[in-house]
């Protein structure tokens, strides 16, 4: 399982920081966890084809987890025509608008018998014969729905925590990440500071903890919690193209 930052920056881009995209790639197949990013330019210059995608995980309906979602489906819908996949998206209203856009633009009907959206709630949302994925609500944009995700693949574990409340004083951060081990924690630095999540980091039972998600301003707090020793786990600062390996 190889796991690729497509963007790493907050709500604003910077030069060198797409907004929010991971891509998880299992067995040649492709997942994609919010698409603030220009996924499909980045997917092509990683050397992935359209037609390896298998599922989108949107976290939340904010646009830095949404915006390079519109062009890919607009191209799937005409230029791809092989793709067949699944989107998981948190509001209908999301959906609607669009399959209407791309519609719009193009002016033939969406294809949703190969791009199938879905409206989820907490709980298992998806399966298939190479991941499990369960969304675990978190209070980011209430009363609008938001999730951090639990992948299972390969016999590993694997927790994405989305957007997570104004300095996590909704007490949103995964639970399961202070009752079982998991071997990689994908953390958002948007909206928070160090103070505000060593205190759970001192509980988290990850093997490694990366963050993702942050402005220029908020490297110096990913640089004290990477400090050697300073937890069981080592953290990483993640930067657009990193890749993992698990």
């Not at 991941?131 to 999730?147: G, L, M, N, Q």
């Not at 997570?164 to 071997?183: A, E, G, H, R």
Request: glycine content about 6%.
């Amino acid at each position: 399982m190889k796991i690729t930052f497509l963007g790493t920056s907050d709500g604003i881009p910077r030069p060198s920081h797409f907004c929010t995209s991971t891509m998880i790639d299992i067995n040649g197949c492709i997942y994609l966890i919010d698409t603030g990013a220009p996924v499909i330019d980045l997917m092509l210059r990683y050397g992935k084809k359209p037609d390896q995608l298998k599922a989108i995980f949107n976290t939340h309906g904010h646009s830095d987890h949404l915006a390079g979602m519109l062009q890919l489906l607009d191209l799937c819908t005409w230029a791809y025509k092989s793709t067949c996949y699944d989107i998981y998206l948190t509001e209908l209203e999301i959906a609607n608008a669009y399959a209407a856009c791309v519609e719009a633009q193009e002016r033939v009907p969406f294809p949703h018998d190969r791009l199938h959206f879905h409206i989820f709630e907490a709980g298992e949302i998806y399966a298939d014969e190479n991941i499990k994925v369960t969304a675990i609500a978190t209070s980011h944009c209430e009363p609008r729905p938001s999730y951090a995700f639990l992948i299972e693949a390969e016999g590993k574990k694997l927790v994405l925590s989305g957007d997570l409340s104004y300095m996590l004083t909704k007490n949103d951060f995964p639970q399961i990440l202070c009752q079982t081990p998991v071997d990689f924690f994908l953390c958002e630095m948007a909206h928070f500071g160090e103070e505000q999540i060593a205190p759970y980091l001192e509980k988290c039972l990850a093997k490694q903890v990366w963050f993702n998600h942050y402005q220029l301003r908020k490297e110096a707090d990913i640089q004290a919690l990477s400090a050697p020793g300073r937890f069981s786990f080592p953290v990483h600062m993640a930067q657009d193209g990193d890749t993992v390996e698990l």
